[in-house]
Every structure is written in C-alpha cells, then in structure tokens.
C-alpha cells in the first residue's frame, strides 16, 4: 500500500508537470502565433486599403475596384492569405476634406488568425493578487466574438450580440488616417537632370503667412529668420551642375557637390527619389460652357466662389492670348482649368482668386505675362497632366522679361528658364535647365498647400479592447 | 484454529518479481514522463524560436522600401544572415517567396539553407524582376528544420502583404 501511494503521488507530480509543459507549449506556440498573426492579418489589410486610397491619385479609374460603396465609406470583401488561412477585411472612410480640397481617409481593418491547439488559456496570468493580464490581453475567441458581443460589429456599442466562432481565432483591429502628400516639398526638384541656376543667382525661402518676401536668410535676427533658410533642391539623379547660393539643403541621387560652401544647408549625396505620372483629377465638378478656348482677351467672373474641393471648372482646348480671372465680389473665388492644348498666352488672376491649370500639352510664355495680382505662389498652381506615352516629354518654357509667382508640378516636363526672373514659388519637373542669376524665394506656406499627389499614412493605432 | 505469522517467513520469488516489474515500471513511466517533458520543452523552444525567427524576417521586410523589397540583389545580401540571433535560426533552411499581389506573376524565391553567413539562391517565375507598376507583394516567409531530439522534419511559415508608399 505505501508502495501504491508513493507511486500514486509522484505519479500526481509527473502528471501535473506534464500538464504544465503542455500548456506553456499551447501559449507559447499556438498562441502566441495567433496572436501575431493577427496583426499581420490586420496590417495587410490596411496595405490592400491604402494601396486603393494610392490609386485614387495615381489611378483613379481603377481605385476600390471590387469594394461595395455606401456614401462615404467603401467596404472591402474578405481576403484570405497564408497557410495558416489569416483573414482580413475592413472600411475606408473619406471623412475630412482639408483646406486645399484633398481628402483624408480613415481605414479601419482587422485581421483574423485561428489559434490551433487546445481550447485552453495560459498559466501566467496573474500579474499581481488582483490583476489578470495575458490571456486577458489576448482576447482569444475561444466559443464567441467577444467584440462583437461587447462593443458590437463596428465597435461603436450598437448591434451588440453573442456570435458564435467556427473555431478558436484571434481578431485585432487596427485604425490607420491616410493624408494627402502635397506637391510642393522644395524650391526645386527634379528628378532627371539638373543644370543651374547662375553663379550669381540664390535660392532662399519666405512665409507669405507672414507677409510679402524680403530677405532675411543672412541675419538670425530677423524673426522670420527661421522661415529663410528652406530654399531646398532635391535632384534624382547624380548629373547636376548646381551654382548660386542656395539658402537650404540640397540633395542628389549619387552627385558630388564641389561648392559645398554656397550651400547653407546640409547636403545629402544619396537620396533616390522618382516621381509618379500626375493624372487628371476624377473629382473636378462638371465644366462650365464657356469659354472653351483662350484665342481672344477673355474675361472670367465666376458665378459662385466655390471651394476648394468644389472650385468653378473651365475645359480649355487652346490658348493663345490674355485670360483674365475676377474674384466673385471679394471672396475667396476657387478656379479650375483643364487645358487640352498647348499654352503660349498670358493671365492675370486678380487678388483672392486661387487658381489650378491642369495642363496636357507645354507650356511656353513670358515671365511678366503670368500675372498672379495676390503675388501669392500658391493662388497659381499649374499641373502637368503626364503624357499617355511614357516616352513623350512636356515642355515648360519660361522666358524673359519679368517675374512671376507660381507652382509648377509637372513629374513629366522639362523645365527651361532663360534671363534672370525673381521667382516666388516652387517647381517639380523632370530635367531642370536655368542659365540666369535667377532669385528664386520658396513659400513656406506651400509647405502644405496643393492638390495631392500620394497618400501618406499619417497616423496609425491599434483597437485593443 | 489460531494462525501465527511466521517471523521468519521470506517473500517469494513471485512476490519479488512482481515487486521488482511494478518498480521498474514505475520509474519507465516517470522516466519516460520526464522524456516526454523534455521532448515537449524543446519542441516548445524550437518552435517558438521559428515563429520569432520568421515573424522578425517578415517584420524586416514590412520596414524596408518597397524598392529593396523589389530588388533581389538587396535581399539576396540581407538574407544572407538569419533573421535572428536564435541558435535555431542557423539551423533552418529558410524558403522566401515573394510575388505580385494580386495577380502573383512575377515571383521570386530566395532558398537559403541552414549556416551563418549564407547567400541564398534566387530563382524568378514568370520575369526576371518586379513590374514598375507593382504597388502591392505578397510575402511568405518558410522555416523548414528537424527537431533535435525525434529527428522529424517540422516547418514554421506566416505571410503578409506589403504596399508601397510612404508609412513611416
């Protein structure tokens, strides 16, 4: 009998230290994967999302294909991925328009891992005499949704209800803000090649919030001192030929600077960029009957002010004299063009109007002929709508006399200045070519102004209840 | 009739092998519990050092640009050390494949076999690299070893998809 008890108790002990073993192998294998796995779901799903808020810059007629639409929001059907069969599904809400008319997007996904193993939570969950934590945390589904049943199926406490699971599964939810990616980032970039500007010329940068431009990038005193010094070149490739001062940082793509002591800024070799062709906006309102072409002088005064996601659209086949824009009354008056042709004429917006020209063809005009009467770069802004054909190259030609004060993003143009114009604003091209002692003063305002040409993911958080 | 144990009795031989074969099976069970424990606490180690090691490789790619994601010669140099600083990270013959996602042509696939400082193989289906176009990769990582203590061969894999743009 002692016999029998002794080999009953250590029996006990081999046992319940096998149980044991089992346990931690269950948590720490099957678990633990789950719980991971999850996760990996879930931010695949916020991929598959944000490359369709992607595609509505750069491939608008193909963005949330195969996604239901109700309203604002787009649903997207279920994608299964792996071995394991991870599952993800979530929404795309467009739920904020900004300043510039670009919406921002929230995206909200969440990613489903079966857990494999028993149907048994861990050992090590008590972190203190009252606190519980692990398998807490983890939340695993062993019979039911608990999120469904706790907060219901879109977390926002309505629809609350037992839903069974077809097996063991971890589900994490995650929430990611997508925000537009304005265009104007630099005084200059160009990701082809670079050639200018003069010896003679700088680059320097302002704030128009804080008023007109003057020159304060040589004295720290100045209290827009700090606004001076981001006159930035951003060139592509290593072949640039860079001269003048340049009040800011400049960049290549495997350059070497030589005159490093004109550059206030710092001055990175390596910095590989490429610029996505810019299609034409899908969201612009319907255009107005006339004018349709620019062959005379031609006045505008727009019926409403509009806004900027709502600006009063003109479709423009040719252009070849003097385009005039009047504010309505003394509001603030929202304008788009889409000219099909080529441009060779003038403009004169008046104060308070905000202008974008979405241009197909080149562009070529004199520097005194772009009259922008609120001396504002970012109440100008010309976009050139990339070629069809890779292999077809725009044209921007800007000669003398005069100034201007304007934004150029043209991903596909060539961009050609000749004299020496005093510039307030800021270009995108591909190959840039300047010969004269330019003084070329970049907005800080345009820091974020412009139409979008990408999404970025602003913000990210996970949901954890 | 009044029995009287005999003090001097011996057991018998029966009585002693049955003795000696419940001992003996008793310590076989303990000790094959305790095998079982071990067999279980390693298999626990190397399999939670393969998830940990192909979860790191993902989370590396899922970090990089997507441009180097694209490149096999970056990957075939980043691959070229495990994922991880685990023992069982050199023993495993490691299986990348990457494609396009959705459409899954082109794909690639690095092998790298077990080692410290290996150069993985790459064999490519359906082109010999990534469309400019591609904006989305499906990327499966595959830890295949054999267990130390058994000698079966086991494998660990998860997957994800990774869009390019800017997230960081």
């Not at chain 1, 490429?274 to 002088?297: D, G, I, R």
């Not at chain 2, 018998?12 to 000790?31: I, K, Q, R």
């Not at chain 2, 989305?136 to 203590?149: A, E, K, P, S």
Request: glycine share 8%; hydrophobic share 35%; proline share 5%.
């Amino acid at each position: 009998m002692l016999a029998l008890g002794t080999i009953l108790i250590v029996s006990l002990i081999g046992a319940n230290v096998l149980m044991n073993c089992t346990t931690r192998y269950n948590v720490s294998s099957s678990q633990v994967r789950g719980w991971k796995e999850a996760l990996y779901a879930a931010e695949a799903g916020g991929d598959i999302a944000y490359a369709e808020i992607r595609k509505t810059i750069l491939d608008p007629s193909n963005s949330f294909t195969g996604w239901s639409v109700a309203g604002s929001i787009h649903t997207s059907t279920t994608t299964t991925i792996g071995q394991n069969s991870l599952t993800t599904d979530g929404t795309v809400e467009r739920f904020y328009y900004d300043v510039n008319g670009n919406p921002w997007y929230r995206v909200r996904t969440k990613g489903t891992a079966p857990v494999m193993g028993l149907r048994r939570v861990g050992m090590d969950d008590r972190m203190n005499g009252t606190t519980r934590g692990d398998s807490l945390l983890r939340k695993i589904d062993f019979n039911y949704d608990h999120f469904t049943a706790a907060y219901g199926p879109n977390g926002d406490g309505v629809g609350k209800a037992l839903v069974a699971v077809p097996r063991p599964q971890i589900t994490r939810r995650i929430e990611q803000i997508a925000g537009p990616v304005t265009p104007f980032e630099a005084a200059i970039k160009a990701s082809g090649t670079f050639y200018g500007l003069g010896s003679a010329a700088q680059i320097d940068s302002f704030n128009s919030s804080n008023g007109a431009y003057y020159f304060a990038a040589n004295n720290p005193a100045d209290p827009h001192y700090s606004d001076s010094r981001s006159g930035n070149v951003e060139i592509g490739t290593g072949v640039a030929t860079v001269m003048g001062t340049i009040y800011g940082n400049l960049a290549t793509n495997g350059g070497t600077v030589v005159r490093s002591s004109y550059v206030s800024g710092t001055i990175d070799n390596n910095v590989p960029f490429t610029l996505p062709p810019f299609k034409m906006p899908t969201t612009l309102p319907a255009p107005q009957a006339s004018p349709s072409n620019v062959t005379s002088n031609v006045v505008v005064t727009p019926l409403v002010a509009g806004s900027a996601n709502v600006p009063t659209t003109y479709l423009i086949s040719s252009w070849n004299n003097k385009l005039t824009i009047n504010s309505v009354d003394s509001a603030q008056t929202y304008v788009a063009i889409h000219l099909t042709g080529d441009m060779t004429g003038s403009i004169d917006i008046k104060p308070n109007v905000h202008l974008q020209i979405f241009f197909d063809g080149n562009i070529s005009f004199k520097a005194r002929d772009m009259i922008n009467e609120s001396n504002v770069a970012g109440n100008l802004q010309f976009y050139g709508v990339s070629p069809i054909d890779p292999a077809v190259t725009q044209t921007i030609n800007v000669a003398p006399p005069g100034n201007f004060a304007a934004t150029f993003y043209a991903p596909s143009a060539d961009f050609t200045m000749n004299g020496n114009p005093d510039i307030l604003g800021a270009i995108v091209c591909h190959n840039f070519y300047g010969n004269g002692n330019t003084s070329w003063h970049y907005d800080r305002a345009l820091d974020y102004m412009g139409d979008a040409v990408d999404y970025r993911i602003a913000s990210y958080v996970e949901d954890v209840r | 009739m009044h029995l009287r144990r005999n003090l001097n009795a011996g057991t018998t031989l029966t009585e002693a092998m049955v003795a000696v074969l419940l001992v003996a099976g008793f310590f076989s069970s303990v000790f094959e519990v305790n095998a079982v424990c071990l067999r279980y606490i390693n298999a626990s180690k190397e399999n939670v050092a393969a998830i940990q090691g192909v979860q790191d490789r993902l989370e590396t790619f899922r970090s990089l640009a997507f441009t180097d994601l694209e490149s096999a010669s970056y990957m075939s140099t980043l691959l070229a050390v495990p994922s991880n600083s685990a023992p069982l990270a050199q023993r495993v013959v490691e299986t990348i494949t990457i494609s396009d996602y959705p459409s899954g042509i082109p794909s690639v696939v690095y092998s790298r076999s077990a080692g410290l400082s290996i150069t993985p193989t790459v064999s490519w289906t359906g082109g010999s690299s990534f469309r400019t176009t591609t904006s989305m990769l499906r990327t499966n990582v595959r830890y295949t070893w054999t267990t130390t203590f058994s000698g079966r061969s086991r494998s660990e894999e998860t997957e994800s998809l990774i869009s390019t743009g800017i997230k960081k």
